[in-house]
């Protein structure tokens, strides 16, 4: 399987989005998902229930993490390697995790299959999709290692991603769920399926909360994910919803980065040498102009002020053959990030902005 996209999908402007959305309802939730990106649709997730907020969500069956009253507000989720039993748990994960390489259907029953219970939104998702006849793609996600081992936390306070034994453990587990969900989407609709790692934590590279943290090696991390996305036939997308290393990921092996162009597009564009070898192997941009962080920005845009936007930025981006039309051919509509913190006015706004947007650019440089 290719580690690289080599232009075998055509983003062509079309409208995605990111998991979250702020209502209590799986289906509630799916027929907004519908109504703005039928082509393209992905599940989702609703953080009001504790257990499908991002660390408990994709936790099962890793044994260095622990929870307390999972299903609560005030529940817990932290590493411990010191239980009674965590040698032998921890070997019979490695061997369900050389299992599942050498034979990916083992996964469907095994420690890397996500719950309905946390995941009841990508059940219902892949039970809908059979009668979904226009799809061009289905998006899922997952968390990121990073964002896990930097989120979680052992009982002194210590973040997993020092500790060389719960690291390696979670990047694999990341990895087989990831490659799960992408089997279990693709052989509901038979179409590609977009997989994005999300890691909101990579906004903290650079800090002092982030000593000691080696990029090369996180490379290495976001590829081990990102390659057995791509090993189970789908593309491995990156979602950081805020400033990060841009060389780090444009030099690694995904095939879409999603990142907030409203607030952080300054940030990227003067990247030119490594997007042009980004884009020149056939990846996405998944160009997330709408809004979603602040509500009065929500409130302050329309259709016309972002299509206008992503004009002014796309064409610093023009070189040589690449022109204005296809730079959209290698883009998503997105927004900057989930909806689920959101108003739900707000969050409805984000995404009709989104198909809109989308509707708009497309109808402009994509009519041929």
């Known amino acids: 399987m290719t580690t690289k996209n080599d ?8 409208p995605l989005l990111i998991g979250s959305v702020p209502l209590g309802s799986h289906r509630d939730a799916l027929e907004w998902i519908m109504k703005a990106t039928p082509e393209i649709p992905l599940w989702p997730q609703l953080p009001s229930n504790p257990l499908e907020r ?30 009674a039993g965590f040698e032998e ?3 019979a994960f490695y061997e369900d995790y050389l299992a599942a390489e050498e034979n990916p ?4 029953e095994s420690r890397f299959a996500v719950s309905r219970e946390r995941a009841a939104g990508l059940y219902l998702l892949g039970e809908e999709l059979p009668g979904f006849p226009d799809l061009h793609a289905v998006k899922g996600q997952v968390t990121g290692p990073f964002t896990m081992l930097t989120g979680i936390k052992d009982k002194e306070g210590r973040a997993g991603y020092y500790n060389e034994t719960v690291c390696d453990m979670v990047v694999k587990g990341i990895r087989m769920k990831a490659a799960w969900q992408t089997r279990f989407l693709g052989r509901r609709c038979n179409r590609r399926v977009i997989m994005f790692i999300d890691e909101p934590a990579l906004a903290g590279l650079g800090s002092s909360a982030f000593i ?14 990102a390659e057995g996305i791509q090993q189970a036939g789908g593309l491995a997308g990156i979602h950081v919803c805020a400033n990060t290393d841009w060389s780090l990921l444009l030099g690694s092996k995904i095939d879409v980065l999603s990142f907030d162009a409203y607030g952080y597009f300054d940030r990227l564009a003067p990247l030119s040498e490594e997007l042009d070898a980004y ?4 990846s996405i941009l998944a160009w997330g102009g709408v809004p979603t962080s602040k509500v009065e920005d929500i409130a302050g845009e329309s259709t016309e002020s972002l299509v206008a936007l992503w004009e ?10 690449r022109d204005i039309g296809s730079l959209l051919k290698s883009c998503f509509i997105t927004p900057s990030c989930g909806t689920g913190s959101l108003p739900e006015h707000s969050a409805r706004k984000v995404l009709d902005l989104t ?9 402009r440089y994509l009519t041929d």
């Open 355 to 363: 198909r809109a947007v989308s509707l708009e650019l497309r109808a």
């Open 312 to 321: 002014r930025q796309m064409k610093s981006l023009v070189k040589g053959d």
């Open 54 to 83: 991002m660390m408990p969500q994709f936790s099962e069956g890793i044994p260095c993490i622990r929870e307390e009253n999972p299903g609560e507000d005030a529940g817990r989720i932290f590493y411990d390697t010191s239980w």
């Open 105 to 108: 259907g083992f996964m469907d």
């Open 7 to 14: 232009g075998l999908f055509s983003a062509a402007g079309l």
């Open 212 to 225: 000691g943290v080696d990029t090369d090696e996180l490379r290495r991390q976001i590829n081990e994910v």
């Open 279 to 282: 884009l020149g192997r056939g």
């Open 89 to 91: 748990d921890m070997l």
